[in-house]
Structures are given as C-alpha cells and as structure tokens.
C-alpha cells in the first residue's frame, strides 16, 4: 500500500508514534511518504520505502498569519497525484485530519481513503476550544476511519464531540528490541554519585506535563534523607519554572536539567523511577519507554495512564498533584530491592505483553485493508 503518514515532525509523541509506525510498515513492504513542515525527529536513517515532502509555506505580505493547513492540503494533493496513495493517515486531529478532508473533497475520488488517530490534546484540551470543536467534529464525522491510543481517549471522544463513528483503540508501541535495559555504568557516573538514587522525567515541558511536581516529590524524598537526583530531559515552556522552584527550594545541586537528548535507552537504564504526574495524558508514551526497559513509574492517576501502568505491579498511581503520596511510592519501591526488581520485571514483561510493535502494527495494517476493501 501507499500511505501518507501527516503528523507534527518534532512537538511530543504523536509525531514518534507516526514515524516509528511508518517506518515498521516501510520494513512490511508498505511504501510511505511522511508529510510535515520539517524532517520528523525520528527519521534520522535510510530505509527502504520511505520518502518525505516537506510542506512550503508561500509567505504573502496580506498573511499575518502562516496558512498551515491550505499549504499542507496543497503538499497532500501533490503527493496523491504524483505518488498515487491509497490512505491519507492524519496523526493528531489538528489541523491534520482538516487537511486530509479537503484534500479529498478537491479531489473528489472516494478511492483515496483518509485514517484519523486521535493523540491527545486534540481531543481533550485544544480541540475543546469553541472556535475548534466543530472543525474536530467535522473532520472526525467524515474521515473513513478513527483510531485513538487508549480507551480512555475513546470515551472522551464520544462524550466531547458526540459523534456515531466507530473508534478503534490501537495503543502506542514500542520495539522491545531496541528498548531495553542495558548496562549503564559510564552514564551513572555522570548522573549522580554512587549513593544516590536517579528519579527521571522526560517530556516537552508543557503546563500539562505539570513538570514542577517533579521537584516537590524530590523535595519529600531528601527531606525524609534519601540521597536522590532527578535528571530531566526535554525542554519547554515550564523549564524556567521548574528550575525556579528548585532553587527556591534549595535544591537545585539535586536536578540536572540535561535539556533535549536523544540517547534515551541508555538514560533510562540508568533511572531507578520514572516519575509523570501529568494533568492530562491519553496513553503516556514516555512511561511504556521507561517500562520496556526496566523503570518503574510513578504517575497521576488519570487519563489513559491506567491503561499502561498497573498500580501495584509495574508502578504506583497518585491522586493528581499528590506529590507527598508520590514520593511515598518512590521511597517505597526504591528502599525494597526484592520489590523494585519486581516492579522492574513486571514492567518489561508488560511492556512486550501487551505494546510490542510486532503486535500493535497489524492493528493499523486491518484497519487500511478494510477500508481498501470496502
Ligand atoms: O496531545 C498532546 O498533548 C500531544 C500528543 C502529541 O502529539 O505529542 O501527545 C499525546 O500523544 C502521545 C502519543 O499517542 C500519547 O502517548 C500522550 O499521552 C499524549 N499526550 C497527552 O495526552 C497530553
């Protein structure tokens, strides 16, 4: 088949979860052409089958704005035309899924078949603003199919938008062959000093990821004289804030904000808990990454984190901002070898279970036949 794959090149997991499926269904045979307004993040090796466009956006003195959306319609357009797809796969409602329907409306050829994946925020957060629920309503009522990556974000979906269309539940996935615990002694050793324990969060920093909370469960831990760092990664608009707390706080020495990183499997080897005590996740891509390989979360219990951590088993779930009952979690897990091994078992086992990617991709691979069948 002939897929293109539109999604947010660098901005957070919608873009990984649409590169890492584009590339597995690329090793499947599948021809796929990534379109974006800039390389996606994680495209950063040949392979067979893959080819990306990148969307130009004309600048006009009129437009104060950029016209995104008619700039990627345009770019979709050139691509069914010279490259003959068969699905459009929009990741991330807006303005990816708008894009898709006009595409095919211009067209008009009911042959080319358009596959929305709901991520996230999309649903619950921006595309709740007035001025955008009914484009989102509009572009989930005329896509051919839907996908979201929880069951949780699949209620929310019918309960905000209240929309009769079929909504699969395809999980996010990861290749266990990849993640994997490795041996981190030359890492260790640039993180923290031999006695401490390494809690680690990655994210894009956003208000949602409520990232500061991080810093109030490190706080709980030395006080109760645990020696611990906290190593966070990424970077974004609640940095400034977070560093500003832990240096209200006194503990600054304590964090290393190490700032965007790519090399996440040997960092995460290194972690002893993942912390996310995020406002709002639908599935909470960067928990299954520390599971796969060996870490522990502790998280909020909201959204679609349930889903992927199980409380008790492979990690803790909190009431959201319960920061004092999360550091409760982290020094209970990490003061217990016998059950952080546990934990650590559990959530590698969980991880290939349940999101393996051999297992997840057939999913999506269903999903574009019957619609090329139908
Ligand atoms: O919805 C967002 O905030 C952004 C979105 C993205 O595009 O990065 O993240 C979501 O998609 C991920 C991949 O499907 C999920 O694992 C994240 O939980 C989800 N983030 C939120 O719901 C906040």
Same mark, same amino acid.
């Given at each position: 088949?002939?897929?293109?794959?539109?999604?947010?090149?660098?901005?957070?997991?919608?873009?990984?979860?649409?590169?890492?499926?584009?590339?597995?269904?690329?090793?499947?045979?599948?021809?796929?052409?990534?379109?974006?307004?800039?390389?996606?993040?994680?495209?950063?090796?040949?392979?067979?089958?893959?080819?990306?466009?990148?969307?130009?956006?004309?600048?006009?003195?009129?437009?104060?704005?950029?016209?995104?959306?008619?700039?990627?319609?345009? @770019?979709? +357009?050139?691509?069914?035309? *010279?490259? /003959?797809?068969? !699905?459009?796969?929009?990741?991330?409602?807006? #303005?990816?899924? $708008?894009?898709?329907?006009?595409?095919?409306?211009?067209?008009?050829?009911?042959?080319?078949?358009?596959?929305?994946?709901?991520?996230?925020?999309?649903?619950?957060?921006?595309?709740?603003?007035?001025?955008?629920?009914?484009?989102?309503?509009?572009?989930?009522?005329?896509?051919?199919?839907?996908?979201?990556?929880? @069951?949780? +974000?699949?209620?929310?979906? *019918?309960? /905000?938008?209240? !929309?009769?269309?079929?909504?699969?539940?395809? #999980?996010?996935? $990861?290749?266990?062959?990849?993640?994997?615990?490795?041996?981190?002694?030359?890492?260790?050793?640039?993180?923290?000093?031999?006695?401490?324990?390494?809690?680690?969060?990655?994210?894009?920093?956003?208000?949602?990821?409520?990232?500061?909370?991080?810093?109030?469960?490190?706080?709980?831990?030395?006080?109760?004289?645990?020696?611990?760092?906290?190593?966070?990664?990424?970077?974004?608009?609640?940095?400034?804030?977070?560093?500003?707390?832990?240096?209200?706080?006194?503990?600054?020495?304590?964090?290393?904000?190490?700032?965007?990183?790519?090399?996440?499997?040997?960092?995460?080897?290194?972690?002893?808990?993942?912390?996310?005590?995020?406002?709002?996740?639908?599935?909470?891509?960067?928990?299954?990454?520390?599971?796969?390989?060996?870490?522990?979360?502790?998280?909020?219990?909201?959204?679609?984190?349930?889903?992927?951590?199980?409380?008790?088993?492979?990690?803790?779930?909190?009431?959201?901002?319960?920061?004092?009952?999360?550091?409760?979690?982290?020094?209970?897990?990490?003061?217990?070898?016998?059950?952080?091994?546990?934990?650590?078992?559990?959530?590698?086992?969980?991880?290939?279970?349940?999101?393996?990617?051999?297992?997840?991709?057939?999913?999506?691979?269903?999903?574009?036949?019957?619609?090329?069948?139908?």
């Amino acid at each position: 088949m002939k897929i293109g794959m539109i999604c947010y090149p660098t901005y957070g997991g919608s873009g990984i979860v649409a590169t890492e499926l584009g590339q597995e269904l690329a090793n499947r045979g599948h021809e796929i052409h990534f379109i974006s307004y800039a390389m996606p993040m994680r495209l950063d090796t040949f392979k067979d089958n893959i080819y990306y466009h990148e969307v130009e956006i004309p600048h006009y003195p009129l437009f104060e704005f950029h016209l995104y959306t008619l700039a990627l319609t345009g @770019k979709i +357009l050139d691509v069914i035309k *010279y490259e /003959n797809l068969d !699905i459009i796969h929009a990741h991330y409602a807006i #303005p990816h899924a $708008i894009s898709g329907i006009l595409t095919k409306q211009i067209i008009g050829d009911s042959r080319v078949k358009l596959v929305t994946t709901l991520h996230g925020t999309d649903i619950t957060l921006i595309g709740m603003e007035p001025a955008f629920n009914p484009i989102v309503k509009y572009s989930l009522e005329n896509s051919d199919a839907i996908t979201s990556v929880s @069951k949780y +974000l699949k209620d929310k979906t *019918y309960q /905000n938008f209240n !929309i009769e269309k079929e909504i699969s539940v395809v #999980p996010n996935f $990861i290749d266990t062959k990849l993640y994997k615990r490795n041996e981190c002694k030359n890492v260790k050793k640039h993180l923290s000093s031999k006695d401490e324990i390494i809690l680690m969060h990655i994210s894009n920093f956003r208000q949602v990821k409520r990232v500061p909370d991080t810093i109030l469960i490190l706080k709980e831990i030395l006080d109760a004289g645990l020696p611990a760092k906290l190593v966070l990664i990424g970077d974004g608009p609640e940095r400034n804030e977070t560093e500003r707390l832990a240096r209200e706080l006194n503990i600054i020495d304590n964090v290393k904000f190490l700032g965007k990183q790519n090399a996440f499997i040997e960092l995460l080897s290194c972690a002893d808990i993942f912390l996310l005590p995020s406002q709002s996740e639908s599935f909470g891509l960067s928990a299954l990454e520390a599971m796969a390989c060996g870490v522990p979360v502790v998280a909020s219990n909201i959204g679609g984190i349930p889903e992927v951590v199980v409380h008790g088993e492979t990690g803790y779930l909190a009431e959201l901002g319960d920061t004092k009952r999360m550091a409760k979690y982290v020094i209970d897990l990490v003061t217990n070898s016998k059950k952080w091994q546990i934990f650590s078992d559990n959530s590698i086992k969980r991880a290939a279970k349940e999101f393996e990617i051999s297992k997840i991709i057939p999913h999506y691979e269903n999903i574009y036949n019957n619609l090329m069948n139908s």
